[in-house]
């Protein structure tokens, strides 16, 4: 079967993007594979987005739009997949843009090694200038669990852009995810399709999307309070035990765990309470990697946790 027998729905969420919008739709339009759909979700922008967005429908079938009233860009997702007619989706945020053969070396990978997910590169792009290619740490085809592994451990990209998934993947857990949860929720989204999956290739020398760096960027807002994390970290949890894969996954999700602390500790956040570190640092006793050091020297910036800091020692000299 011939790649062109497959059709590519390509999914945009918009919220107040009218700055970036233009250039974002112009790159798909423009791509060297042609049998695509466009599904634009105009998450209740109260800007120009939406004009812009029927503007471009008016002008091209493959346009397809729907004004919907703001709810978060899980819900965006949510509605754009429910909404796509194609084999395979990907997604691609409103401020970014895609080089001109993305969609036709992905899908070429997809068909031709017969895979359920595809990762490839991405070009780090500052004022108009790439500035940096971002590669995974991995590279080759794996299985499902490998590929859970190399998201919890970072090995790989834990976004939803820059990759293409077969559209069977999908189901109705995949997008469940309150509106709160705004960061990470795509490390839970790629776990949950990777359980549905079987074969993953990522592929370093395919540069596939351009990430656009800008003061409005995503990464760029408030990180969640730890309460938020806990429960992003729970539902990745709940994901991998009805699948009956946390044995296998055990170290790898507290390693996320421990890396989800010190990302908050990073960004100067103090903890109300700490009765889940605590627990934590003790679930951390059988992983082989000292993590728990590096949780001491973060640690020490805040006094009050001196009880734990000492516990943390020992769990390493144990350890050692």
Partial sequence: MQIVDHKISVIVPIYNMEKYLVNCLDSILLQSFTNFEIVLINDGSDDNSGSICDAYAEKDRRIRIFHVNNGGVTK???????????DYICFVDADDTLPIHSLKLMLYKAVELDLDIILGAKSYVINGFSRNILKNKIDGIIFNIEFIQSLLNRNCSIGSHGK????????????????????????????????????????NNLIVYNYHHHNNSASQSQIMPLDLWIDMCNYCLDAIERANVYTQ??????????????ILLKRQQSFDTNDWIIKLIAESKGIKKNFGQKLCVFFMKWPKFKREILFVYRVNNFLV
């Fill in 164 to 203: 293409l998934f077969k559209k069977v993947l999908f189901d109705l857990d995949t997008f469940s995810l309150p509106r709160e949860i705004r960061q990470n929720e795509d490390l839970v989204m790629n776990i949950r399709l990777a359980l549905n999956s079987k074969k993953v290739g990522i592929f």
């Fill in 249 to 262: 996954l055990k170290d790898d999700f507290i390693r996320m765990k421990l890396d989800t602390i010190l």
């Fill in 76 to 86: 965006a997702r949510k509605i754009g997949v429910e909404k796509a007619s194609g």
